[in-house]
């Protein structure tokens, strides 16, 4: 005679964090389609849902939300996960750049697998578009004090200024963040020419994509918005042939690349 218990026990979870890049669906990566194909279960912002939700399998199902509920669309992923479910999180551009990749880090321990799945960044498509502005050493700034104070931001701002870095403005100016833009463009005035190349792209990759190359001190910030990135070039960076050029710094040698 003997008495066997049978336990179920669900598999291992695992979460894939996904960059889905700046918008054009060319720039989706395949890994980022592979892995949205996997999923079982997936979160996200709901207008970043809607770009690839043809690319999801049936049955796959969506919990989306909102703008301004990061952290809760963190926790729910990782809960999903946890469940032992094949969970994709979506962010836009990378997902570890001013995205979901931190919050649901956060979140997660050891007993579920997290996979990375990199993306495009806002930088990097509007520096295609640019041209080459960040050919040498580059730094991205956020200007949003949402999360972060202004004191904090200034002191980072002034360092990339110092420093004679090229700076990716992200998040550069809102409705409610329209004194910000004008005070970091005047940290950088103090350190370089009025004639300091500045690029501006709005909705990099969409199909209303805008882009030009202005000065530093031409730059109106009333006509930058939060679908903007700002790219204000060093001491070095110069406007060639309508484009934004960057040297790499070093001179060039025989047999080099």
Not at 146 to 158: C, D, K, M, S
């Amino acid at each position: 005679m003997a008495t066997c218990a049978v336990v179920r026990r669900p598999g291992r979870g695992r979460l894939a964090v996904v960059g889905l890049g700046p918008g054009a669906r060319d720039l989706l990566t395949p890994r980022a389609k592979a892995e949205l194909r996997r999923a079982s279960v997936l979160v996200g912002l709901d207008q970043y849902v809607d770009q690839i939700r043809d690319l999801l399998r049936p049955g796959t199902r969506i919990l989306e939300s909102g703008l301004g509920a990061e952290e809760e669309r963190a926790r729910t992923a990782v809960e999903e996960a946890r469940k032992g479910q094949a969970v994709a999180l979506i962010g836009s551009g990378d997902a570890g750049v001013y995205a979901m990749a931190s919050p649901a880090l956060a979140e997660a321990s050891d007993d579920i697998d997290v996979v990375g799945v990199p993306g495009v960044t806002a930088a990097l498509a509007a520096g295609a578009i640019l041209g080459a502005p960040l050919g040498h050493d580059h730094v991205s700034i956020s200007l949003s004090d949402l999360h972060t104070p202004w004191e904090v931001i200034e002191r980072r701002v002034r360092a990339a200024a110092e420093a004679d870095l090229v700076v990716t403005f992200y998040n550069p100016r809102s409705r409610g963040r329209d004194w910000q833009l004008p005070k970091a463009l005047a940290i950088l005035a103090g350190h370089r020419e009025p004639s300091t190349p500045v690029g501006v792209v709005r909705n990099a990759s969409r199909p209303d994509e805008s882009a030009r190359v202005t000065t530093l001190a031409a730059l109106d910030p009333a006509t930058v918005d939060m679908m903007t990135v700002v790219t204000v070039g060093n001491t070095a960076t110069r406007e060639i042939a309508g484009r934004m050029v960057t040297p790499r710094g070093y001179r060039w040698q025989e047999g080099t690349a």
